[in-house]
């Protein structure tokens, strides 16, 4: 069973940090570029960044910088440090691989 579970989400203020974490199971996570993306309460998915299998990184603009996801082959675990935090980076953020699962989600509140 194909399985994401994500952790690390909370509340902070603008300019601290978090570290998002990701556990995959089921699958062979070192085949598969991984992602993570962010939904804001009303609006659609949002891709935030991605690493390849070989652990190659991109971002969106607004993240570059601030952001950075890395990748364990052999924990198959996946991370999102985010530094910086602003208020508008508030959403649930969600782990999904190329194959096309998806966690649960983790809820990331920055307040001002």
């Known amino acids: 069973q194909v399985q994401l579970v994500e952790s690390g989400g909370g509340a902070v203020k603008a300019g601290q940090s978090l570290r998002l974490s990701c556990v995959a199971s089921?699958?062979?996570?070192?085949?598969?570029?991984m992602i993570w993306a962010r939904q804001i309460v009303g609006q659609g998915l949002e891709w935030v960044c991605a690493?390849?299998?070989?652990?190659?990184?991109t971002y969106k603009d607004s993240v570059a910088g601030r952001f950075a996801i890395s990748r364990d082959n052999a924990q198959n675990t996946l991370w999102l440090q985010m530094d910086n935090l602003k208020p508008e980076d508030t959403a649930v953020y969600y782990c999904?691989?190329?194959?096309?699962?998806r966690g649960k989600g983790t809820q990331v509140t920055v307040s001002a």
């Open positions: 999904i691989s190329a194959s096309g699962a």
């Open positions: 089921g699958f062979t996570f070192r085949d598969y570029t």
């Open positions: 690493v390849n299998k070989d652990g190659f990184p």
